[in-house]
């Protein structure tokens, strides 16, 4: 089953909370939504190697919610169906002097539990973001998808991102 195309309702401001004809809405996460936050960051082959999901979940998780959360340029979106986390993604809203002083909104963290992947979850929780992105005046929005995923690569394809740029990466061990 494919999910509808999203509500003009769901497209609304900060949280907007409409529900598609497939019975997803979109709202920025609680709190208590990070265990199956988590849980679907672990569940994916990168993940599985950098996440650590555990109960109780490691406090560092919690800390960087509460400092996503207090930020206006931030926001942490998850995908509802019958009160079901199934999806998830971070937007930040970035400004930059370039394109005239142009804000980019900067897509991390993509996930559709593994149980309802290919039904159109994905699709309508990024079409949201590209939606929240505009309504938030930016003049693009950008993501880094990992070269080992080629399918996740067609995906953002299939939604009008091109992938025109190298993206690059330099990892530190935190201090
Ligand atoms: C990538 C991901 C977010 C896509 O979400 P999804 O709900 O499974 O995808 P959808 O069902 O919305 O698919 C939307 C479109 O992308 C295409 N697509 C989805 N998964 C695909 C795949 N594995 N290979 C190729 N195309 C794919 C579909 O054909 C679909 O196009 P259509 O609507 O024209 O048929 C999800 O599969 C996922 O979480 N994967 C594991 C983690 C990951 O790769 N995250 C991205 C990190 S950058």
Redesign the pocket.
Known sequence: M??GSLGSDSRGGHGGEGVTEAGLSFRRARAEDLPSIVR?LAD?VL?AKRERFAEPLPEAYARAFRAIDADANNELVVAVREEQII?VLQLSFIPYLTYQGGWRALVEG???D?R??????????LEWAIARARERGCVMIQ????KS?P??K???E??GFVASHDGMKLHFTPR
């Open positions: 494919r999910i679907m994916d993940g999806g993509v996930r559709v593994g309802v992947r290919s039904q159109g979850v994905g699709k309508a929780l993501l880094t998808t990992d995923r399918d996740a067609r995906f953002y299939g939604l």
